[in-house]
T-cell receptor, first 112, second 113 residues
């Protein structure tokens, strides 16, 4: 059975802090790992990672994948209150092409 | 921009009622998905569809069925709603091929009383 585990499950920080969110996986026929941000609406796509060691970056957010150790991290530097959200990690693989297996999500709260 | 629209943001139904959740996408995507989201459990796949009239069970299909009569529309049906189906339901779509990015609707929060 495919499995994706995120940690921590929740995190409370102050504006300006740097946070690291973790995602580990056990998936058959790995294709890619995706990160989403979910505020009080639709999850929005952040990154898709397919190769180890190549950092994806967008503003203050960055992510990297380690296919040998089967994990990914999402870093957010200089956090802002607008970063408060649920961050979802998902892996594409398994026996059904296109199916995503999601982790539990990390609830990030950024206080002013 | 991809747009995935779910017909209702909030829905309240009674136990035993038949419930229809509708989802429409405007990008001619081949694949569509229904998830439910519960605290601490993340998103769990209920059903998905590769093409019109094609459907495949996800991880938790019990108590649900789906319909895809047109490419842009994917419906989730609760034949006889139960209180344990109270949840947030999210629809997603994805183009075929190698791209694995799914695009989500805003969700329907269903309460079954």
């Amino acid at each position: 059975e495919d499995k994706v585990v995120q940690s921590p499950l929740s995190l409370v920080v102050h504006e300006g802090d740097t946070v690291t969110l973790n995602c580990s996986y056990e998936v058959t026929n790995f294709r890619s790992l995706l990160w989403y941000k979910q505020e009080k609406k639709a999850p929005t796509f952040l990154f898709m990672l397919t190769s180890s060691g190549i950092e994806k970056k967008s503003g203050r957010l960055s992510s990297i994948l380690d296919k040998k150790e089967l994990f990914s991290i999402l870093n957010i530097t200089a956090t802002q209150t607008g970063d408060s959200a649920i961050y979802l990690c998902a892996v594409a693989g398994g026996t059904s092409y296109g199916k995503l297996t999601f982790g539990q999500g990390t609830i990030l709260t950024v206080h002013p | 921009d991809v747009k995935v629209t779910q017909s209702s943001r909030y829905l309240v139904k009674r136990t035993g009622e038949k419930v229809f959740l509708e989802c429409v996408q405007d990008m001619d995507h081949e694949n569509m998905f229904w998830y439910r989201q519960d605290p601490g459990l993340g998103l769990r796949l209920i059903y998905f569809s590769y093409d019109v009239k094609m459907k495949e069970k996800g991880d938790i299909p019990e108590g649900y069925s789906v319909s895809r009569e047109k490419k842009e529309r994917f419906s989730l049906i609760l034949e006889s709603a139960s209180t344990n189906q109270t949840s947030m339901y999210l629809c997603a779509s994805r183009s075929g091929g190698a791209k694995n990015i799914q695009y989500f609707g805003a969700g329907t929060r269903l309460s079954v009383l």
